[in-house]
């Protein structure tokens, strides 16, 4: 039972063929997740980053919020400007109108004195430093009168001839656009009023403002450097500037420019100016004269802004960044420095060494060198308990196999798939010799038949589980020896048998037990049969003799009466012959000899009775028990009826009895409760119950008790406890009624005590066959 090899094809193929290829199952390598291992300090480093970024992405939104919000704020305070410059604008027009206005209505020019009215326009022109000259236009458009030019002087037609007309038109004042005077030669703004006379609009009257005069409006607004204002009049003309007037004034703006001032009343723009400086200009038009201001901020000054803010944002954000990097760098660094202070201690106690704690400044590493130094004691102890184990373990299989040598006992483990065995030590202590394949040990370790045994075994194994076989074994010194070999098939998932696993135990001295055992039963059962032959033989010369015996006892019984009777015979006619006539001591002895006769005669007859028992028995039919009662109490009516007794009975069964003997017992029994009695009355009860398979009965008295060291003894033939003189009797009623029931099957014994009464018992077997055989006695 050790190994499986090419060599036993019919064995080994069969299962080695079923088996699954295990080489196929199981050699799906698991993917592994590779774990990246991130440093404290990139971790810090990234959690500044979360926590900052929210933070400068809500900023860098808000600022462009605010920038868009600012600006927004800008074009409307900008065009504010632009209004509140248009109201300025029309200030200086309507300080000239009424200027105008107050000229047109002088007493001079009523009353047609053009000389005074010119002196009085020039001297109002001073005192109000207003316009540079005041112009009379008829209704032509010729110059009456110029206070720039001496009273007389011949005029050329006015320049500003539309808003002269306009006036004619319609009696109301109005406003030029910018015009070339010419008298004065050079750019003028003139506002014109009617003068009436009896209803009628007679000249008009206009003041002319230099547009310089407008430029110090612009100039007084103290506008950002960079910034631009412009008064454009109806035509767009540019009237003033804030920079660059005297280049400007005159010209029109930039063809987009002009389009946009002109297509609505207020708005804000982008474009290009002249000079090619991109601008947002804000403008506003005025509803009195229909002229424009508009503020152009360069677009530069505005992103330079931007990009400045933007700079000191992005300033404070890095600034921000590098103190968060450069904290969490230097925090993680304490961090990491504290935990990886723990690896060489940790390290240690791999390698079986006390861990000592480095100093942490973080605390948690703190408490991990706490726990780790908790851990590496509870380390070294679990070590400690184990090596204790290992060696408690080391020192268990020592015994163990030195328990398997001393008891004989091996384990083996044949692999099917390898056809590798592995024997423990004790199979080969025990064999004597290596165990070589199993094919090879066909009539080499195991005798052929048992290998053949064996082989058959296993090769059902995968139907049977197991099998439990002895085999014969060759020692290697030689002799043979006696195995129990149990093996238990080991089966993959599958079902199939992958392996056999069992143990050996050494039998031979159990086996060569057996074997004598057998022998000497053989040797006791031919010593039986002898003997029962040699008992077969003496019971036979025993009957016989028996039969000699009785007829022996029954012919001298019956030959011993007759002189008996003789004797007692004649000594009665003796005893008549001589009544009173001799001694009368020879009545006393005639007397004697006739009692002693009878005596006798009793003893003989009972004596008959005991030996001749089986012969006289009859077969047991079924028998009312209480009838014979009946009949037994109706013998001793005498007996009775002289001791004044009360003899009673309870319920008594039917059973399969010799009717005869079944009365003899119970007459006997009665008789004796009533003789062996000093009490009065005598009392004496039979009764029966039922106790498993018997009938038991009970015959109780009242009377003087047996000693209970007798109780075995009254049994016994001619056992007697008192004297004939005391109680007459033979010693032979119980030795029968014992042998009585015996014959029936059934056993009899007392149970009494001196003074108590005695309690007789006897069992009768309830037997539902009434044909039931007398036991042979
Ligand atoms: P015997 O003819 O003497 O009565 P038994 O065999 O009937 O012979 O009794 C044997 C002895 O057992 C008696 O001598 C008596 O001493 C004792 N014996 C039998 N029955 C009783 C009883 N009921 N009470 C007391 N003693 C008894």
């Not at 509870?378 to 030195?402: G, H, M, P, V, Y």
């Not at 030795?735 to 014994?749: K, N, Q, S």
């Amino acid at each position: 039972m050790s190994s499986v090899t090419t060599g036993a094809p019919p064995l080994s193929q069969t299962l080695v063929n079923s088996l699954p290829d295990v080489n196929q199952a199981g050699t799906s390598t698991p993917t592994r997740a590779v774990a990246s291992h991130w440093s404290v300090r990139t971790l810090l480093i990234w959690l500044v980053l979360a926590c900052l970024l929210p933070g400068i992405l809500g900023a860098v939104a808000l600022f462009f919020y605010e920038y868009r919000e600012g600006r927004a704020q800008l074009e409307k305070d900008t065009i504010q400007t632009a209004r509140a410059l248009v109201q300025a604008v029309d200030n200086q027009i309507l300080q000239a109108q009424a200027l105008a206005e107050g000229l047109a209505s002088a007493d001079s020019l009523a009353e047609g004195e053009l000389a005074k009215f010119h002196e009085q326009a020039r001297r109002t022109l001073a005192e109000s430093h207003l316009g540079i000259t005041v112009v009379l236009a008829d209704r032509l458009g010729q110059q009456i009168l110029n206070a720039a030019e001496n009273f007389g002087a011949s005029l050329p037609p006015y320049g500003a001839a539309d808003i002269a007309n306009r006036v004619f038109e319609t009696g109301e004042p109005a406003v030029s656009n910018l015009y070339r005077g010419r008298v004065l030669k050079r750019p003028l703004i003139a506002v014109a009023v009617p003068v009436t006379q009896e209803g009628k609009v007679i000249y008009a009257l206009a003041i002319s403002v230099l547009p310089e005069r407008f430029n110090g409006i612009l100039s007084t607004q103290g506008l950002p450097p960079g910034w631009v204002a412009t008064i454009l009049d109806g035509k767009g003309t540019i009237v003033a500037r804030s920079r660059a007037a005297e280049e400007y004034v005159g010209q029109k703006p930039a063809d987009a420019f002009l389009r946009q001032f002109m297509e609505s009343d207020e708005g804000v723009m982008e474009a290009t100016m002249k000079d090619g400086v991109p601008v947002i200009s804000a403008y506003s038009r005025s509803a009195v004269t229909n002229w424009r201001v508009a503020i152009s901020i360069p677009r530069d000054s505005l992103s330079d802004q931007l990009v400045r803010r933007l700079f000191l944002l992005a300033l404070g954000v890095s600034a921000l960044f590098a103190i968060g990097i450069g904290l969490a760098w230097l925090m993680g660094g304490r961090i990491a420095g504290s935990f990886r202070g723990l690896v060489r201690p940790a390290a240690a106690v791999g390698a079986g060494e006390k861990f000592v704690a480095p100093p942490a400044t973080v605390r948690e590493a703190d408490e991990l060198a706490k726990a780790m130094a908790r851990a590496a004691d509870l380390l070294q102890e679990r070590t400690a308990r184990l090596q204790d184990i290992n060696r408690s373990l080391i020192e268990k299989e020592r015994e163990l196999n030195e328990a398997h040598s001393l008891a004989k006992f091996g384990s083996w483990h044949w692999d099917l798939q390898t056809a590798e065995v592995i024997a423990s030590d004790s199979i080969r202590e025990l064999c004597g010799r290596d165990i070589p394949p199993f094919a090879e040990q066909r009539g080499t370790l195991l005798t052929v038949e048992s290998w053949e045994r064996a082989a058959e075994a296993v090769r059902h194994v995968a139907e049977t589980g197991g099998f439990d076989l002895d085999v014969e074994v060759n020692h290697g010194s030689g002799g043979t020896l006696w195995i129990n070999a149990k093996g238990a098939a080991i089966r993959d998932a599958a079902g199939r048998v992958v392996a056999l696993r069992g143990t050996v135990l050494d039998i031979t001295d159990r086996k060569r037990a057996e074997t004598e055992i057998q022998r000497l039963n053989a040797e006791l059962e031919q010593q039986v049969q002898e003997r029962t032959a040699e008992l077969r033989r003496a019971n036979d010369a025993l009957l016989h003799t028996n039969a000699e015996l009785q007829h022996f006892a029954h012919a001298t019984a019956h030959d011993l009466q007759t002189p008996l009777r003789s004797i007692a015979g004649f000594t009665h006619l003796v005893q008549q012959e001589v009544h009173g006539r001799v001694d009368r001591r020879v009545d006393e002895w005639s007397a004697l000899v006739i009692d002693n006769t009878k005596r006798l005669q009793d003893l003989i007859q009972a004596l008959l009775t005991y030996t001749r028992l089986d012969v006289l028995g009859r077969p047991f039919e079924r028998v009312d028990a209480r009838k014979v009662f009946d009949e037994v109490a109706a013998s001793l009516a005498v007996l009775i009826g002289e001791t004044g007794a009360e003899v009673s009975c309870g319920e008594l069964p039917t059973v399969a009895a010799d009717r005869t003997q079944l009365a003899q017992v119970l007459q006997k029994l009665v008789e004796n409760g009533i003789k062996y009695n000093k009490s009065e009355p005598p009392r004496v009860t039979v009764d029966c119950s039922r106790q498993e398979d018997d009938w038991v009965f009970s015959v109780a008295d009242n009377g003087i008790g047996i000693d209970p060291r007798h109780h075995e003894r009254i049994f016994e033939i001619f056992r007697r406890l008192h004297s004939y003189s005391q109680v007459p009797g033979t010693g032979i009623g119980l030795a029968l009624c014992r042998r009585i029931v015996e014959r029936h099957g059934g056993r009899m014994w007392v149970e009494s005590a001196p003074g108590q009464g005695s309690v007789f018992y006897f069992s009768l077997p309830v037997s539902t066959d009434v044909a039931a055989t007398p036991t042979a006695g």
